[in-house]
């Protein structure tokens, strides 16, 4: 598997030889399920049901927790190269929220922080 990568702002960027950066492996599976979780819902032009609901669960009044983990689960196991999503933890400091979920993967393990 291939994909395009992106950096720690979400940006295409160029390698060292002034190519595209490419990634391959589980290089290549944590790029897509970083771009796969930071997709909120409705944002998807052809298919408004693609997404995390980002606005009805972390962003609503009382935080939906819950909801919004089944959400990330969901969107993560539903990726063709993820066999299980778990340990998925959360933290709240000085306002900010912060989770972690860890995927089994053909192509080996990977943690999603976000």
Known sequence: ???ILTNKDNDIYMDASGNLAIGEGLTAGANISKN???VTLGECEFNTTKGIPYF???FADYPLIDLFQAAIIRTV???PFVNRASN???SIN???FSYSVKENTN????IING
């Open 36 to 38: 796969a979780v930071l």
């Open 94 to 96: 000085n306002g900010v």
């Open 1 to 3: 598997m291939k994909t």
């Open 56 to 58: 009805e669960t972390i």
């Open 107 to 110: 192509l080996g393990d990977i």
């Open 77 to 79: 196991e539903s990726l």
């Open 88 to 90: 998925f933890q959360y």
